[in-house]
């Protein structure tokens, strides 16, 4: 599987963004997908996973619920992240991962001991102007 992230960029605060994934790859129906976010000397945080394509549940953490909603277009496997009321605190390299639908979407997002298991993309740097 390879991941293809695009979208970021710079925006004042209270603007919105989309960042795109871009899979290839698959060899099941059955893969889930995260958005996760590092700022740097922090540890990363998973903000938002959804299920496999088919079944869709999704988690957000604290930190982005009611401002930023995942999404999948099946035909084009692609995973998306609307953002919306963007904030200052935001600010971070945005990265994308897939991996089996093995365990709930908030585990995916929570459990760091599960990102060794999934595949990442290379990051897109997304910055919140106050």
């Known amino acids: 599987v390879q991941l293809v992230e695009s979208g970021g960029g710079l925006v004042k605060s209270g603007g919105s963004l989309r960042l795109s994934c871009a899979a290839s790859?698959?060899?099941?129906?059955?893969?889930?997908a995260g958005w996760f976010r590092q700022v740097p000397g922090k540890e990363r945080e998973g903000i938002s996973c959804?299920?496999?394509?088919?079944?869709?549940?999704?988690y957000y953490s604290d930190s982005v619920k009611g401002r930023f909603t995942i999404s999948w277009d099946n035909a084009k496997n692609t995973v998306y992240l609307e953002m919306n009321s963007l904030k200052p605190e935001d600010t971070a390299v945005y990265y994308c991962?897939?991996?089996?639908?093995?365990?709930?979407?908030?585990?995916?997002?929570?459990?760091?001991?599960?990102?060794?298991?999934?595949?990442w993309g290379q990051g897109t740097q997304v910055t919140v102007s106050s």
């Open positions: 790859g698959f060899t099941s129906d059955h893969y889930a």
């Open positions: 991962a897939t991996g089996l639908d093995l365990v709930t979407v908030q585990d995916m997002c929570v459990r760091t001991e599960v990102r060794d298991l999934l595949t």
């Open positions: 959804i299920t496999s394509r088919y079944d869709a549940r999704t």
